[in-house]
Structures are given as C-alpha cells and as structure tokens.
C-alpha cells in the first residue's frame, strides 16, 4: 500500500475505533492534531526558497506550499502498559510539487516500568533537539527550524523500534534513547535515498529552565535511481580515473552525525542553539558543520527572536588533480560540482503573537547569505552564486 493510502487509512481506522470506544466506554482513545497555515516569498526570482526534500519553492509569488503543514495523530491506550499512536501528516514533500499524505509515526509501546518503555513499529528518529516537534510548528518559538542544520539528514522516521529511559531527581529529569531501523527517503529528482540499518541515540538533561542535549546517529546508506549521479561515476569510470570513482561511492555508505544543543526559558528570556557535525564515507554528501543560535524575549503573549545560522563544507570541494583544461574539463567541472554541499548563512528575526490559548501568530524574514554557489536555494538560474536573499514569511501555528 503507497505511504499516503496507508495514513489515510490508519487515521480513518483509529477514528473507527475511537468513535466506537467513546461510545461503548471500550478502549480509551485520544486525537489530537497541529497545522500550520502560512505564506511565503522572497525578494528574488533568480533562485527558489524550500525546504529539505521539497521539489520547488518560492520566489517573489507568495505560496503557501513551503512553510504549511497538517498533522492528525491518535493513541489508542490498551492497558496501563500498552499503547498504540499513529500520526498522520499532510506537506509537500519528495519529489513532486503537491501537497500529499505520508504516515509519519505508526508504533506499538510497552511500559516496562516507571522508567523504561520500548515502542516498535514507525518511529520518529532523534536525530535533532527538535526531531518529535520539528513539524509541529506551535511548539516551537521560530516559523520553521533553521535550514543551516535541519538540511544535514533528511530521515524523519525509521521502521524499526527503539528503547527509552527517563529517570527525575529533584527539579531534573533525564532522558536517554536508543533506535534502530530501515528507511526510505525519496528525494526531489525521483531518486531515493535508503538507510539500512540506521541508528540514533540522544541524552537530554532537563534542569530547571534549561535543557541539555548530545544526539549521534550512524547509518549504511546508498543513493539509487539518480541518473545523474550514477551517469557521472560511471563516465569517471570508464576513463580510468579510478582513484576518483574510489571516493564517490553510491552504495554501501557509511555516516555518522553527531549534535549537541542546548534550550533555555528562563525569566522570560528564550534560547535555543544547536552544532552538528556530519562525515560520510562518500564525497558526493559532503562532510558538514553546522550550527545556529536563536535569542527571544517574552513580552506577554508576544515574542520577538533573532537567529543566526551557518553551514561550512569539512570535506573539499574539488578533486585537485582533474584537468581544467582539455577534452576532459567538462567531466572535471561536473564532478566537482557534484562534491560541492551547499553553503550558506542566515540572519533572520520574527515575532510570535500567542493570540488564542491554542494557536499562535508569527512573521519572520530571513536574510540569507549564500558562498561559492546557491546555497540551499533550488531552480537557481545562471548568476545567482553567491548572491543575498530575503524570505518573509507570515503564518499561524495551531494544535487541537
């Protein structure tokens, strides 16, 4: 069954469920659901604004496809010790420009004791500080998360299953997390990118108003059904640059990446910052750094923030040895530029106005930078390297 079928499904079944449990006073279940409804451009035709696995994005036309989402989610409670949740979501994202369904979580959890609990089935990943809330818009202070750093893995979710432990002492808490699983990121292109296994472990340390965290993740990946790609290697190949084709494997990839952030709420003052650093065994996903910082104020139900965020490429970003000149310079200028990450860096400010207990208005405008190409930008036309463009964008986050 195709992925937006199955959430449409799951989400009519445990609707079923809970409409039949309400009324036989059965099986306890909770839905619950977010949104968010925004627009956005930019000062700049030259090149789109997306974000990660979006086909296309925006320019000077505002579109509301880039920064909206919908989200439905259900858990079923069967016992004191066991669960069921499914979480359906509605966005563009892959490899085509409409909006479609996916089924985001779909897990089974067991409650060993007050402080371990094991679920299996479709899970989220914790790769980032912000992975289960990423797509939740309302609870977090910024319009979307920083692109520098939430760009570096594009895995949202794993099958598979994980084990949790959560400890409280005094006014701390800590939690730590273990996950392993399989997964398949179809990317914009119409390749796909698998993971098999990957896996991922944070510790967070909640201590009154400030929250700690360390994430690593691992995976074997390979990237498949890119013609471009596989096109390129094998024209590498066929020329006997062996010692090039070496470094561009396509499958059996091995990759770490490893985070630390840190949250604050603390007399009204709000914080958030996060650094990442991502080593692949290919140079076709560049090794990257990555961070951000973001600083807010509570004024009453009105938060105006700023953020920084940068990404530098770790890796180089071109063979030394292939000619520039010669029959041979047009393959060189192609691999070259297949090894080149995108970089760029990003000054935004906004305003969250939480105008109803469940609901929350924001603006934002990005003013980003990119560096020795496009950036993260998508569809750019010839001359935009290295230019400077504004995002605005207005929405409202919601939960229900």
């Given at each position: 069954?195709?992925?937006?079928?199955?959430?449409?499904?799951?989400?009519?079944?445990?609707?079923?469920?809970?409409?039949?449990?309400?009324?036989?006073?059965?099986?306890?279940?909770?839905?619950?659901?977010?949104?968010?409804?925004?627009?956005?451009?930019?000062?700049?035709?030259?090149?789109?604004?997306?974000?990660?696995?979006?086909?296309?994005?925006?320019?000077?036309?505002?579109?509301?496809g880039?920064?909206?989402?919908?989200?439905?989610?259900?858990?079923?409670?069967?016992?004191?010790?066991?669960?069921?949740?499914?979480?359906?979501?509605?966005?563009?994202?892959?490899?085509?420009?409409?909006?479609?369904?996916?089924?985001a979580?779909?897990?089974?959890?067991?409650k060993?004791?007050?402080?371990?609990s094991?679920?299996?089935?479709?899970?989220?990943?914790?790769?980032?500080?912000?992975?289960?809330?990423?797509?939740?818009?309302?609870?977090?202070?910024?319009?979307?998360?920083?692109?520098?750093?939430?760009?570096?893995?594009t895995?949202?979710?794993?099958?598979?299953?994980?084990?949790?432990?959560?400890?409280?002492f005094?006014d701390?808490?800590?939690?730590?997390?273990?996950?392993?699983?399989?997964?398949?990121?179809?990317?914009?292109?119409?390749?796909?990118?698998?993971?098999?296994?990957?896996?991922?472990?944070?510790?967070s340390?909640?201590?009154?108003?400030?929250?700690y965290?360390?994430?690593?993740?691992?995976?074997?990946?390979?990237?498949?059904?890119?013609?471009?790609l596989?096109?390129?290697?094998n024209?590498?190949?066929?020329?006997?640059l062996?010692?090039?084709?070496?470094?561009?494997?396509?499958?059996?990839?091995?990759?770490?990446?490893?985070?630390?952030?840190?949250?604050?709420?603390?007399?009204?003052?709000?914080?958030?910052?996060?650094?990442?650093?991502?080593?692949?065994?290919?140079?076709?996903?560049?090794?990257?750094?990555s961070?951000?910082?973001?600083?807010?104020?509570?004024?009453?139900?009105?938060?105006?923030?700023?953020?920084?965020?940068?990404?530098?490429q770790?890796?180089?970003?071109s063979?030394?040895?292939?000619?520039?000149?010669?029959?041979?310079?047009?393959?060189?200028?192609?691999?070259?530029?297949?090894?080149?990450?995108?970089?760029?860096?990003?000054n935004?400010?906004?305003?969250?106005?939480?105008?109803?207990?469940?609901?929350?208005?924001?603006?934002?405008?990005?003013?980003?930078?990119?560096?020795?190409?496009?950036?993260?930008?998508?569809?750019?036309?010839?001359?935009?390297?290295?230019?400077?463009?504004?995002?605005?964008?207005a929405?409202?986050?919601?939960?229900?």
């Amino acid at each position: 069954m195709k992925q937006p079928a199955l959430a449409i499904t799951t989400l009519a079944v445990l609707g079923t469920l809970a409409f039949n449990s309400h009324a036989q006073e059965g099986i306890p279940i909770t839905v619950s659901g977010f949104g968010t409804g925004a627009l956005t451009m930019t000062n700049s035709d030259q090149a789109e604004f997306n974000r990660v696995n979006q086909t296309s994005g925006v320019g000077k036309d505002a579109r509301a496809g880039v920064d909206s989402n919908l989200g439905i989610q259900a858990t079923a409670k069967l016992s004191d010790t066991i669960s069921f949740t499914a979480q359906g979501l509605v966005r563009k994202n892959g490899n085509n420009d409409q909006f479609g369904a996916e089924l985001a979580w779909a897990f089974a959890k067991f409650k060993l004791n007050d402080e371990f609990s094991i679920r299996v089935g479709r899970i989220g990943l914790p790769v980032y500080m912000i992975s289960d809330v990423r797509n939740v818009g309302y609870a977090n202070t910024m319009l979307r998360p920083p692109n520098e750093v939430y760009r570096q893995v594009t895995a949202d979710n794993a099958d598979g299953g994980d084990i949790i432990y959560q400890h409280s002492f005094g006014d701390s808490t800590l939690t730590a997390q273990a996950a392993i699983g399989r997964t398949k990121v179809r990317s914009p292109g119409n390749y796909y990118v698998e993971f098999k296994p990957v896996i991922s472990t944070q510790v967070s340390l909640e201590s009154g108003p400030f929250t700690y965290r360390l994430g690593h993740s691992r995976a074997t990946f390979g990237i498949y059904d890119n013609a471009s790609l596989t096109t390129l290697v094998n024209t590498a190949k066929s020329l006997g640059l062996n010692n090039v084709v070496a470094e561009l494997p396509l499958t059996d990839i091995k990759g770490t990446f490893n985070s630390a952030g840190i949250s604050m709420d603390y007399n009204n003052i709000i914080g958030q910052a996060e650094y990442a650093k991502r080593k692949t065994d290919t140079r076709l996903v560049q090794d990257t750094s990555s961070w951000y910082i973001m600083l807010g104020y509570r004024y009453g139900k009105f938060v105006p923030y700023y953020m920084h965020g940068d990404v530098k490429q770790d890796s180089r970003r071109s063979f030394e040895t292939l000619p520039t000149t010669g029959p041979l310079a047009p393959l060189s200028a192609a691999v070259n530029g297949a090894i080149k990450s995108g970089l760029q860096s990003t000054n935004a400010i906004g305003l969250r106005w939480d105008f109803y207990k469940s609901a929350a208005f924001k603006i934002q405008m990005d003013r980003i930078k990119t560096r020795d190409g496009s950036g993260y930008f998508v569809n750019a036309k010839p001359g935009f390297a290295g230019s400077t463009v504004n995002v605005y964008a207005a929405g409202i986050d919601f939960v229900f």
